[in-house]
Antibody
Framework: QVQLVESGGGVVQPGRSLRLSCAAP????????MHWVRQAPGKGLEWVAV????????YYADSVKGRFTISRDNSKNTVYLQMNSLRPEDTAVYYC??????????????WGQGTLVTVSS | QSALTQPASVSGSPGQSITISCTGT?????????VSWYQHHPGKAPKLMIY???KRPSGVSNRFSGSKSGNTASLTISGLQAEDEADYYC??????????FGGGTKLTVL
């Protein structure tokens, strides 16, 4: 069955970098766009980024544009989020989420359990 | 990319019906029939409850239904059950290849 398993979270100082991974077995990974969504402590969900099924198109929320990079390796069924120049306000649980349709209609049918990123000195 | 507006909390007794509203603008909810709703129990993975305004995924109870009028989408839960107690988030395509979520609504089953 579909599984999404995030890893790579942890405590990092402001200005440093971190790379998150999301392993996604159980479906034809190369057919679907993949998203990252985050939830800051006590806050709601915030969409972060999306990558197309083949990696050719990437889009970001304004809050992370220029600092975060989404990528994927279809041979490893894995999507990544490279986070640079981290700020305290990036502290959140980061979820990866699978696009619900092959034609990308911007809803998410499976989510991972999330990985916590804490940006603090 | 301003968040969609949801009530912070709603409550109802078992067996009752409740509706959660989700208000956006003509640039997001009002322009696209791509509103989805997610149930989130803290510490767990969010779960898709409604997609494309009113469609229900396989396995989701028919007690959950969605609708939209103008810039406002709604999630209705009928026959409330204790297990429905959770946070609920709406989500809409917002154009320019971006997505916006609502602030979330905490549902309490009394």
């Amino acid at each position: 069955q579909v599984q999404l398993v995030e890893s790579g979270g942890g405590v990092v100082q402001p200005g440093r970098s971190l790379r998150l991974s999301c392993a996604a077995p159980g479906f034809t990974f190369s057919d679907y766009a993949m998203h990252w969504v985050r939830q800051a402590p006590g806050k709601g969900l915030e969409w972060v980024a999306v990558i197309s099924y083949d990696g050719s198109k990437k889009y970001y929320a304004d809050s992370v544009k220029g600092r975060f990079t989404i990528s994927r390796d279809n041979s490893k069924n894995t999507v990544y989020l490279q986070m640079n120049s981290l700020r305290p306000e990036d502290t959140a649980v980061y979820y990866c989420a699978k696009e619900g349709t092959r034609i990308q209609l911007w809803w998410f049918d499976y989510w991972g359990q999330g990985t916590l990123v804490t940006v603090s000195s | 990319q301003s968040a969609l507006t949801q009530p912070a909390s709603v409550s109802g007794s078992p067996g009752q019906s409740i509706t959660i509203s989700c208000t956006g603008t003509s640039s997001d909810v009002g322009s696209y029939n791509v509103v989805s709703w997610y149930q989130h129990h803290p510490g767990k993975a969010p779960k898709l409850m409604i997609y494309e305004v009113s469609k229900r995924p396989s396995g989701v109870s028919n007690r959950f239904s969605g609708s939209k009028s103008g810039n406002t989408a709604s999630l209705t839960i009928s026959g409330l059950q204790a297990e429905d107690e959770a946070d609920y988030y709406c989500c809409s395509y917002a154009g320019s290849s971006t997505v916006v979520f609502g602030g979330g609504t905490k549902l309490t089953v009394l």
